[in-house]
């Protein structure tokens, strides 16, 4: 290929290039992505009003279109706070929260997209919630009250993060890192508090058990009285008859026999006496 052709070619490139190149600048079609808002700026000045998702005609060299993702996002932060008690605890927590798309173009233009957001506001909203609800608290109640702390230094978040456009969704993890010496401390108080629920909890059942003997023991006892109370003469009177009744049909009709000093000697017997 000679040296002509090689120029018609880099020129047919740049034409093509600059082509591009103007329809690009020129082009009045936006499309905003799902999960995303077009905020629009007019030679810097932004529109009060983003753009849904969807196709949108813009004036070009004009407008400009800043996609912002309004989408859940997810930050993970660590710091070091005090607690009541003047114990030091590293605290980590995972924070999930968006930008509420209603106000999107309002929060990019003060802090500025989601990046920014995450950078400027929430980190440094997250260390200032987390360090002034620790301090409401004791090292031990950190940890046997970990919901109700988490609830509260979401709630602090959500005021904090309310005005900037920010919608917190959940505060997903918190966990507390305290010295060896400590963690040991808290584990045998914990130990120890378990241990005394236990034995209230055993007193509690042999208490019960005890007055369930006591009340069989008392059901018994005037089970018995009542059994008493209904013997009298004409019953033990029956009773004899009965004994005297059972004796008569076991007798074999047979009379006893009676021998020794002072005892006539009975003999009923016809086959033992004789006719002289």
């Known amino acids: 290929?000679?040296?002509?052709?090689?120029?018609?070619?880099?020129?047919?490139?740049?034409?093509?290039?600059?082509?591009?190149?103007?329809?690009?600048?020129?082009?009045?079609?936006?499309?905003?992505?799902?999960?995303?808002?077009?905020?629009?700026?007019?030679?810097?000045?932004?529109?009060?009003?983003?753009?849904?998702?969807?196709?949108?005609?813009?004036?070009?060299?004009?407008?400009?279109?800043?996609?912002?993702?309004?989408?859940?996002?997810?930050?993970?932060?660590?710091?070091?706070?005090?607690?009541?008690?003047?114990?030091?605890?590293?605290?980590?927590?995972?924070?999930?929260?968006?930008?509420?798309?209603?106000?999107?173009?309002?929060?990019?233009?003060?802090?500025?997209?989601?990046?920014?957001?995450?950078?400027?506001?929430?980190?440094?909203?997250?260390?200032?919630?987390?360090?002034?609800?620790?301090a409401q608290y004791t090292a031990e109640e950190l940890v046997t009250k970990r919901t109700e702390v988490s609830g509260k230094i979401r709630d602090a978040l959500e005021q904090r993060l309310r005005r900037h456009g920010v919608i917190v969704d959940s505060l997903a993890a918190v966990n507390y890192d305290f010295s060896a010496v400590f963690d040991k401390a808290i584990e045998a108080k914990v130990e120890a508090e378990q241990k005394k629920l236990t034995a209230e909890r055993d007193l509690e059942r042999i208490k019960v058990e005890a007055e369930q003997a006591l009340a069989k023991a008392r059901g018994e006892a005037e089970s018995l009285k009542a059994k008493r109370l209904e013997i009298t003469p004409d019953l033990l009177r029956l009773k004899q008859l009965e004994n005297e009744a059972e004796a008569i049909k076991k007798w074999n009709g047979q009379l006893p026999q009676y021998t020794g000093a002072g005892t006539p000697f009975v003999q009923l017997n016809g086959a033992g006496s004789s006719s002289k």
């Open 1 to 134: 290929m000679n040296t002509k052709a090689l120029s018609w070619i880099a020129k047919i490139a740049a034409a093509l290039f600059g082509l591009y190149i103007v329809f690009s600048l020129l082009n009045p079609i936006r499309i905003v992505q799902s999960g995303t808002r077009g905020v629009i700026t007019t030679f810097g000045k932004v529109d009060p009003e983003p753009l849904g998702e969807g196709i949108h005609f813009v004036v070009p060299l004009v407008n400009r279109v800043h996609m912002i993702d309004v989408r859940l996002q997810k930050n993970e932060g660590k710091g070091v706070a005090a607690s009541r008690d003047l114990q030091q605890v590293s605290v980590s927590a995972a924070l999930n929260w968006r930008l509420d798309p209603a106000l999107v173009a309002q929060t990019f233009q003060n802090i500025g997209n989601e990046h920014a957001v995450a950078l400027r506001v929430i980190e440094p909203a997250a260390q200032e919630a987390t360090k002034a609800i620790a």
